[in-house]
């Protein structure tokens, strides 16, 4: 039974809102693991490869801009996503001081294997197309408001 304390709490662990983010995070994400797995990437690596289906090359500047993540944190991923085949880093022509990213061809080719991920989380999670697109427009304004703060 839910005492008027709890209700009240603003400390109610079910009332924060990281908790609930966190939470959801974690399982959404844990949803992709066994569609990345066979293509041998990891969800942070997909975001990166989502970011590059969406047209290279891209500068690591670019890319880390597009993935909200660090230059440091995005490196690692790129050196992996390269040792795997999928991309290539190389200096820039125009600025030798940027590395561009861009996909090779069994890069590409993922893409279509990819095609298959986004309904079958839809399916996995079992809300409606609908739902989604309200929840993935609710969380645009949190990450902005965040971003503002």
Request: aromatic residues 4%.
């Amino acid at each position: 039974m839910i005492s008027a304390q709890s209700v009240e709490d603003p400390l109610d662990l079910e009332r924060q809102v990281c908790f609930a983010l966190a939470v959801a995070a974690r399982d959404v994400i844990a949803l992709y693991r066994p569609l990345l797995e066979p293509m041998g990437l990891t969800h942070p690596q997909y975001l990166v490869m989502l970011a590059l289906w969406g047209g290279t090359p891209l500068s690591v500047k670019e890319l880390s801009r597009k993935l909200a993540l660090d230059p440091a944190t995005l490196s690692p991923l790129l050196k992996r996503l390269e040792a795997s085949g999928y991309v290539t880093r190389s200096r820039a022509a125009s600025d030798e001081r940027q590395l561009a990213v861009a996909l090779t061809d069994e890069g590409r080719a993922l893409r279509e294997r990819a095609l298959a991920i986004p309904p079958a989380i839809v399916e996995r999670l079992g809300m409606s197309l609908e739902e989604l697109q309200g929840l993935h427009a609710v969380l645009t304004r949190v990450i902005a408001a965040a971003g503002r703060s």
